[in-house]
T-cell receptor, first 114, second 113 residues
């Protein structure tokens, strides 16, 4: 069965520092991949998605992610963290073709300190 | 504005009572989903529906029931058979085709004591 692994349940960075959140998927066929952000007591908001059109995907709020097939990874980055980036981030995968059923990673909580 | 509305935001129930969580969407999406979120476990799929009057069990359907009588609505009932019902419940919708993302509501936090 396909799975999504997010390395690090908590990540802490300084304001202005690079943000790197890791995501790996298990699949012999590259799936569609998504990153979502969740603020406390709210639903999930789509940050970006990979659909095989380009390996480097740009999203909202200055985030981007790079799809690396050889590493089965889809890590999320942002060059300079802002206090407002503090939230929980979820990576999700859906098999290309077939029904739209997402598999989520366990999430990474990002803390940004001054 | 189009979106997904979940109500209520917070819900409190006594153990042994059934409770129904509301989910309405005006995005004209065919597919709707219910997820359960617990700390450190990500989101787990309870039920999903691809079309009106049809739905399928997800990974953790035991103790839950749903209906899909209208395209816009997908209520979730948490029954007394659900052993650990206290959680944050998220409803989502999407179009069926292609790599379409899920659109989420703002969730309902259910506390059962």
């Amino acid at each position: 069965a396909q799975s999504v692994t997010q390395l690090g349940s908590h990540v802490s960075v300084s304001e202005g520092a690079l943000v790197l959140l890791r995501c790996n998927y298990s699949s012999s066929v590259p799936p569609y991949l998504f990153w979502y952000v969740q603020y406390p007591n709210q639903g999930l908001q789509l940050l970006l998605k990979y659909t095989s059109a380009a390996t480097l995907v740009k999203g909202i709020n200055g985030f981007e992610a790079e799809f690396k097939k050889s590493e089965t990874s889809f890590h999320l980055t942002k060059p300079s963290a802002h206090m407002s980036d503090a939230a929980e981030y979820f990576c999700a995968a859906r098999p290309s073709g077939g029904y739209n059923k997402l598999i989520f990673g366990a999430g990474t909580r990002l803390a940004v300190h001054p | 504005d189009g979106g997904i509305t979940q109500s209520p935001k917070y819900l409190f129930r006594k153990e042994g009572q059934n409770v129904t969580l509301s989910c309405e969407q005006n995005l004209n999406h065919d597919a709707m989903y219910w997820y359960r979120q617990d700390p450190g476990q990500g989101l787990r799929l309870i039920y999903y529906s691809q079309i009106v009057n049809d739905f399928q069990k997800g990974d953790i359907a035991e103790g839950y029931s749903v209906s899909r009588e209208k395209k816009e609505s997908f209520p979730l009932t948490v029954t007394s058979a659900q052993k650990n019902p206290t959680a944050f419940y998220l409803c989502a919708s999407s179009i069926q085709e292609g790599p379409s993302p899920l659109h989420f509501g703002n969730g309902t936090r259910l506390t059962v004591t």
